[in-house]
């Protein structure tokens, strides 16, 4: 079975820093782009940030542009996210989610079940 | 930046059919997909490449693009179908959501 698995959030004062974890398994991790995207209390989905499938590549929304960086493993069939110098506004569920292929461009087939992140002091 | 636009809400009767659109420039050129969120639950994907269903959607999910409007439909929308739905494209190596739509079935 396709699956992904979140892990790392939490609360986190304004500022500080948190790394966000997406296991996956059932497919082979490498040959697919993976994504983030958050979705704040009653929000609509917004993109994070975006990496191909080999890892060489990697794409950010503005809103999150030299504060978070995508990451991924291979070997460990894992995505990253690590973010610094965070908001209030960051606050959020975070989701991966698969792409359909090894570059961007694609739709997102596999969804994680979200990591709850909460910016606050 | 590019944006994309949804009507908030749409409500539709039990076994009618539900149009939800999606506008964005020349979104035709581009492909369209497009995403179902039950309350509480992670998005499930519904329609990309503008037509195509991945396997287990229902055949009653369709879906067009064209000049600057893409169109999720769904005949004979059933009480299930009642969700948040939304509109997803590229544009330059980034992903745009539309703001979504709370679909009724009233």
């Known amino acids: 079975e396709v699956q992904l698995l979140e892990s790392g959030g939490g609360l986190v004062q304004p500022g500080g820093s948190l790394r966000l974890s997406c296991a996956a398994s059932?497919?082979?991790?490498?040959?697919?782009?993976m994504t983030w995207v958050r979705q704040a209390p009653g929000k609509g989905l917004e993109w994070v940030s975006g990496?191909?499938?080999?890892?060489?590549?990697?794409y950010y929304a503005d809103s999150v542009k030299g504060r978070f960086i995508i990451s991924r493993d291979n070997s460990k069939n894992t995505l990253y996210l690590q973010m610094d110098y965070l908001r209030a506004e960051d606050t959020a569920v975070y989701y991966c989610?698969?792409?359909?292929?090894?570059?961007?461009?694609?739709?997102?087939?596999?969804w994680g079940q979200g990591t709850m992140v909460t910016v606050s002091s | 930046s590019y944006e994309l636009t949804q009507p908030p809400s749409v409500s539709v009767s039990p076994g009618q059919t539900a149009s939800i659109t999606c506008s964005g420039d020349?979104?035709?050129?581009?492909?369209a997909s497009w995403y179902q969120q039950k309350p509480g639950q992670s998005p499930v994907l519904v329609i990309y490449?503008?037509?195509k269903r991945p396997s287990g959607i229902p055949e009653r999910f369709s879906g067009s693009n064209s000049g600057n409007t893409a169109a999720l439909t769904i005949s004979g929308t059933q009480a299930m179908d009642e969700a948040d739905y939304y509109c997803?494209?590229?544009?330059?190596?980034?992903?745009?959501f539309g703001g979504g739509t709370k679909l009724t079935v009233l």
């Open positions: 989610a698969k792409g359909s292929g090894s570059s961007t461009g694609g739709a997102f087939n596999i």
């Open positions: 997803q494209a590229w544009d330059s190596s980034t992903v745009v």
């Open positions: 059932g497919f082979t991790f490498s040959s697919y782009a």
């Open positions: 990496i191909t499938g080999s890892g060489g590549s990697t």
């Open positions: 490449q503008d037509t």
């Open positions: 020349k979104l035709g050129d581009k492909y």
